[in-house]
């Protein structure tokens, strides 16, 4: 069933979420023949109409790209894809559930859904990110459900993808984890993965499985853990930034994941610590740690929103311009945003508020209600008593703060990404607070 040329491949991808279009999109580029399949019609309908439903920098030039070059095709026909293809991967999403745990009832309902139509061999990889032990509930479900006794496989392949940076991620990854449990295995997704010339991990599926959520785990830890210490530098007069730099220069500690801010959020940090320590608590180990590096995380929000009433005072029937919604820069994505805790929270106190974000804006309209939602940062701060940056958006970086201390009722910067300099932000005239400095 291999495509033309020997070395390319038939693939299907189930699931057309964040993860799932961009897998899509990128094996499609790498010239395999990809169905993009999604239960939601109404999502195939728009995808088929080249209309992406999240904000993903190139992703629209990939899809339509790929589409015209007959590699990409959208599908509600999920048998169709399974009877097509070689590999076929499951990117469904996997919630938490109010416990923190996984919730797995979509890779169950997939999985149930390939045994039905599955015809000959195929290898069926998990892309979600999944509990450790996951792979061997995957195939006893499709063995238990198969009818007749045919052959397969099943693999882990964890994704590593940043939203915003995805496209890159995928294509120049730093290394990538195969978890297998057959030679065929191993070698299908070898020769899938060959044209990015990136290091390959080969290990069983527990293993892959697990370094998943340790990888987002470590870094999360890695990101509470300076935000510990910012706490430190505001006590002390010492600089955050300059306490990363030092320490991030050290190859072993390296540079990326220091920044200190108002902490993180998105759609997998929060679930999988969560779900990482709720599969340690299955195995009978209490990660403790981790349980301090979600509790650092609310207390930097909690810690930002004290130091601004420390400054206004009374909040109730103040303007505050929000800047910023997306839980970080170059996506739409508002799940577990820093800044709709920040929203909420005022909001109780009977704030007003004024919010801007560049992309985010039309998912924030569906859910968040009784804030204005503004053209541009100058409409968002016009009479404002405090500006708040709660996303790190390049276009915030070359605000005309001359502008905006005309435009403000009191000049109050707080910087929750620490994107401005409090030298510069002070010689004009405003009052500033970043984090830990
Ligand atoms: C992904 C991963 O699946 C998750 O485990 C990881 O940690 C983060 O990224 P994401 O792509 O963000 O999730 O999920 P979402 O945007 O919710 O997309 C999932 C898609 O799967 C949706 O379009 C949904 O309609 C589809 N789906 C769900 C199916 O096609 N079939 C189902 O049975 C269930
Ligand atoms: C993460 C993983 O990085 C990625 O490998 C994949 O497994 C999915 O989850 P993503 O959630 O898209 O990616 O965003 P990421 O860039 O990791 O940022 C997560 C959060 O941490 C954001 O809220 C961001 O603002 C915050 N962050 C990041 C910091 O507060 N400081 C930093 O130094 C870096």
């Known amino acids: 069933m291999l495509a033309k040329n020997d070395t390319k491949f038939n693939v299907a991808v189930i699931g ?5 279009l961009v897998v899509s999109a990128c094996l499609a580029k790498l010239g395999n023949k990809v169905i993009s399949v999604d239960n939601n019609r109404k999502k195939i309908e728009l995808l088929k109409s080249m209309k992406i439903p999240n904000y993903e920098p190139g992703l629209e030039n990939l899809v339509r790209e790929n589409v015209r070059r007959r590699k990409l095709e959208f599908s509600s026909d999920l048998k169709r894809a399974v009877r097509k293809s070689d590999i076929i991967f499951i990117a469904v999403g996997t919630p938490a559930k109010e416990n923190g745990e996984a919730d797995l009832s979509a890779v169950e309902r997939v999985a149930f859904g390939i045994s039905q139509v599955l015809d000959a061999y195929k290898l069926i990889v998990e892309k979600s990110t999944v509990p450790v032990r996951t792979g061997e509930k995957v195939k006893e479900t499709i063995r238990r459900y198969a009818k007749g006794d045919i052959e397969f496989d099943v693999a882990s392949n964890p994704e590593f993808l940043r939203e915003g940076r995805a496209i890159s991620d995928f294509l120049r990854p730093d290394r990538i984890v195969i978890g297998v449990e057959s030679k065929r295995a191993a070698s299908l997704l070898k020769a899938l993965y060959r044209p990015l010339k990136a290091p390959i991990v080969v290990t069983d599926i527990n293993t892959a499985e697990l370094i998943k959520h340790a990888s987002n785990s470590f870094l999360a830890t890695k990101i509470s853990f300076i935000n510990a210490v910012s706490m430190i530098c505001e006590k002390t007069g010492a600089n955050i930034e300059e306490v990363a730099l030092g320490m991030g220069l050290d190859r072993r500690i390296g540079k990326e994941f220091l920044a200190a801010g108002i902490g993180w959020g998105g759609s997998c940090f929060p679930k999988d610590v969560d779900a990482f320590i709720h599969i340690a608590k299955k195995t009978g180990y209490n990660f403790r ?9 609310i207390f930097q929000r909690r810690h930002f929103l004290e130091r601004i009433k420390e400054e206004l005072w009374i909040l109730k029937g103040k303007n505050i311009a929000i800047l910023g919604l997306a839980f970080k820069p170059n996506t739409d994505d508002l799940r577990e945003s820093p800044a709709l805790y920040l929203i909420n929270e005022l909001l109780e106190e009977e704030a007003k508020l004024r919010v801007y974000d560049p992309q985010a804006m039309n ?9 204005k939602f503004c053209r541009d940062s100058y409409e968002a701060v016009k009479g404002a008593d405090c500006m708040i940056l709660a996303t790190a958006w390049e276009e915030f970086k070359n605000l005309n703060f001359k502008k905006i201390k005309t435009l403000m009722r009191y000049p109050f910067v707080a910087d929750g990404r620490n994107l401005y300099s409090s ?5 004009l005239g405003f009052k500033y607070i970043g984090i830990g400095k």
Not at 16 to 20: D, F, I, M, P, Q
Not at 289 to 297: F, I, P
Not at 363 to 371: E, T
Not at 423 to 427: F, I, V
């Open 423 to 427: 030298s510069q932000l002070g010689s």
């Open 289 to 297: 740690l981790l349980e301090e590096v979600r509790h650092v995380n």
């Open 363 to 371: 998912k924030a309209k569906k859910f968040i209600r009784n804030v």
């Open 16 to 20: 057309a979420g964040y993860v799932g």
